[in-house]
């Protein structure tokens, strides 16, 4: 198990309303008092109304950064240290523009955190790993079968490639890809954080991401390129506590659920999955 009792204070870097306690249920759950909570993607756009919001219900993107705050709030309140959010769009919102305003509102965040907190030895901040399937990952396909037609084992290879394309194809149909706002939380908090020896930083598996791909591949391809080993750890996850957390967030539950696994306890995957992410070389031998 992740040893957090060893951390004085934790911060969970949650891209967009929901996601601390999708994922990090475990950890509110045992030390929600040393706990803060940021999310980022926390603005309100001024006009327009993305695809999901309009899945949601809400006739404007705006209304829906509101009820969602509220929600938030709902889930979060008396059980956690501190809640906020950052004045940061959604990439539905913002395609893509503004990054370096994001990157400097996230960094300023971080590094106030951690100043603040600089009385304290240990702090850990807790970043989504990126779970979900990655359709631009080449590493996810096999290779392209070899060997000249006609031979029997190049037939078979060739066969379990056109099948392997019809499955990933068919999977990007129903399952979920992984969110950008996720990997981009990630990295810039990475870019921040790493190397600067003033937090410990780990990894969370994202819920409901994760039933369509652990995050085992994104961890790796992270790991390898901080030159960083990832310790995985598991926490148990009280999921009558949690699935009571998460039925203040109403707006978004029907519709990034439409199996209505995240609403029963019994359907709650009982384990959380995280990485602590440490130096190759600072593990001595
Ligand atoms: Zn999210």
């Not at 030390?31 to 909570?37: I, K, S, Y």
């Not at 590094?111 to 009385?119: L, Y």
């Not at 790796?220 to 310790?231: D, K, M, N, Y």
Request: hydrophobic share 40%.
């Amino acid at each position: 198990m992740l040893p957090l009792s060893s951390y004085e204070r934790i911060l969970v870097l949650s891209p967009h309303f929901d996601d601390a306690v999708l994922s990090c249920w475990s950890v509110i759950q045992d030390f929600g008092e040393a706990v803060d909570v940021v999310t980022m993607c926390g603005g309100a756009p001024d006009d327009g109304l993305s695809d999901w919001d309009d899945t949601c219900g809400f006739s404007s993107g705006g209304e829906a950064a509101a009820a969602r705050r509220n929600e938030e709030a709902r889930a979060l309140a008396g059980r956690v240290g501190s809640f906020r959010c950052l004045p940061i769009l959604e990439a539905a919102y913002s395609g893509g523009e503004g990054s370096g305003e994001r990157r400097a509102i996230l960094r300023d965040c971080l590094t106030g955190w951690v100043e603040a907190h600089a009385d304290r030895s240990r702090l850990l901040v807790l970043l989504p790993a990126g779970a979900g399937l990655n359709a631009a990952d080449p590493a996810a396909a096999p290779g392209k079968p070899k060997g000249r037609g006609g031979d029997g084992l190049a037939w078979a290879r060739s066969l379990k490639h056109r099948l392997y394309l019809r499955r990933t194809a068919s999977l990007r149909a129903t399952g979920l890809l992984s969110h950008s706002d996720h990997r981009a939380a990630r990295n810039l908090a990475l870019d921040v954080l790493w190397g600067s020896g003033r937090a410990d930083v780990a990894l969370y598996e994202e819920l409901p991401y994760l039933w369509s791909q652990p995050a085992d591949r994104a961890v790796l391809a992270v790991s390898r390129r901080l030159g960083a080993e990832a310790l995985a750890a598991e926490r148990p996850v009280d999921t009558a506590r949690k699935a009571e957390a998460l039925a203040s967030y109403a707006s978004q539950l029907g519709p990034l659920d439409p199996a209505g696994r995240l609403i029963g306890p019994a359907h709650l995957p009982a384990r959380e999955r995280f990485w602590l992410l440490t130096r190759a070389s600072s593990r001595g031998g």
